[in-house]
């Protein structure tokens, strides 16, 4: 279960972004701030770890030499008071040497999102992180729904404009993804856990 979000909105980005970085949140947990407040969530069950695991996997035999993969790398989405932690982040890794005094990145660097639903934060994933990456312009954002209702879901989107995503693939885990280029592969899904 998450921690109710704090403070309320009303604070300023600048002060929500400092409070972010100074205070010493519980070790392991992810701390975001969303729509303009801060969230604390439990460190991910196994299941969760293991899907990042996978997916990270999947995506880096055919990456560039210049891109990384990152889990827990944070993106900054200032349009959306927002300052995300991805379960899984591809981008260049000039990025990170640019920036490499900060504690998170500029989201419209980030050629890939991913996201694994908890319940804690399945609503989150599936709406405000949804209209935050496409307000950033990020290419394309997986979201891997274990909690969806009936049967796990997965959503593949891409071509963001108008602060929209259109849906590029949709179906169920045991399912090949059709993640297109630069990655050009099947994600294979038919290992995913189901909770």
Same mark, same amino acid.
């Given at each position: 279960m998450s921690a109710p979000p704090y403070p309320p909105a009303s604070d300023s #980005?600048?002060?929500?972004?400092?409070? #972010? +970085? +100074?205070?010493? #949140?519980? +070790?392991?947990?992810k701390v975001e701030i969303v729509e303009g407040s801060i969230r604390v969530t439990p460190p991910a069950m196994n299941h969760h770890a293991y899907i990042a695991s996978r997916i990270q996997s999947a995506l880096h035999p055919d990456l560039p030499e210049e891109w990384g993969i990152h889990q827990r790398q944070s993106v900054l989405v200032p349009a959306c008071r927002a300052l995300l932690t991805p379960d899984v982040l591809v981008l260049p890794s000039s990025v990170l040497v640019e920036f490499g005094t900060e504690h998170y990145v500029p989201a419209t660097h980030a050629a890939l999102v991913a996201e694994i639903t908890s319940p804690s934060t399945a609503a989150q994933d599936r709406i405000e992180k949804l209209f935050a990456y496409a307000r950033a312009g990020i290419p394309l954002y997986l979201l891997i729904d274990p909690h969806a209702t009936g049967s796990p879901t997965i959503h593949l989107y891409g071509e963001p404009g108008d602060d929209k995503y259109r849906v590029l693939w949709a179906g169920t885990f045991g399912e090949a993804v059709p993640v297109p280029a630069p990655f050009d592969l099947a994600l294979d899904t038919s290992a995913f856990p189901r909770p």
């Open positions: #980005w600048e002060g929500l972004v400092r409070l #972010w +970085e +100074e205070t010493d #949140w519980p +070790e392991g947990c």
